[in-house]
């Protein structure tokens, strides 16, 4: 028997040559038989996943098909509404003039606020002439 094209070897080929070379054969027994259960286990477990998954899928799919058909009555409910819903909103469109008006007001209220404060501040902080006369000379000297 020849070595793999990576150098591992398979639980089989490991028994198969622990049973051929004496020297290094109870190590490879002992390796391939471990091997060779710890993959049957994982095949075994991986088969009763998929079936439950299969039967479990089967449920899964019973109550989607149950849940799509009350989406679909819902919508249909809702597409049968629409063209009474689409009047409603024209109807409430046609009184929308006010709120702007009235956002308007608002707005040129609070612009006349604000530049009253700012004129009231800017007044109130200028300075005032001491009635000292300068440490420093005004006049530069020639």
């Known amino acids: 028997m020849s070595l793999t094209a990576n150098g591992r070897l398979t639980p089989?080929?490991?028994?198969t040559r622990g049973l051929?070379?004496?020297?290094?054969?109870?190590?490879?027994i002992t390796r391939g038989v471990v091997?060779?259960?710890a993959h049957?286990?994982?095949?075994?477990?991986?088969?009763?996943?998929r079936r439950y998954r299969e039967?479990?899928?089967a449920r899964d799919l019973a109550g989607a098909q149950q849940t799509l058909t009350q989406e679909l009555a819902a919508a249909g409910e809702v597409v049968s509404g629409l063209?009474?819903?689409?009047?409603?909103a024209r109807r409430s469109r046609r009184r929308s003039k006010r709120p702007w008006v009235l956002a308007g007001v608002v707005t040129a209220v609070v612009l006349a606020a604000g530049a009253v404060a700012f004129s009231v501040v800017r007044r109130s902080s200028r300075n005032e002439p001491s009635?000292?006369?300068?440490s420093v000379?005004?006049?530069?000297k020639p």
Do not use: E, I, K
Request: glycine share 12%; net charge positive; no cysteine.
């Open 83 to 88: 063209p009474a819903a689409l009047q409603h």
């Open 20 to 28: 051929a070379y004496t020297a290094v054969g109870p190590v490879d």
């Open 35 to 37: 091997g060779l259960g």
């Open 137 to 140: 000379d005004v006049q530069p």
């Open 40 to 49: 049957s286990a994982q095949v075994g477990a991986a088969n009763l996943l």
């Open 131 to 134: 009635p000292r006369p300068p």
């Open 55 to 57: 039967g479990r899928l």
């Open 12 to 15: 089989r080929q490991r028994l």
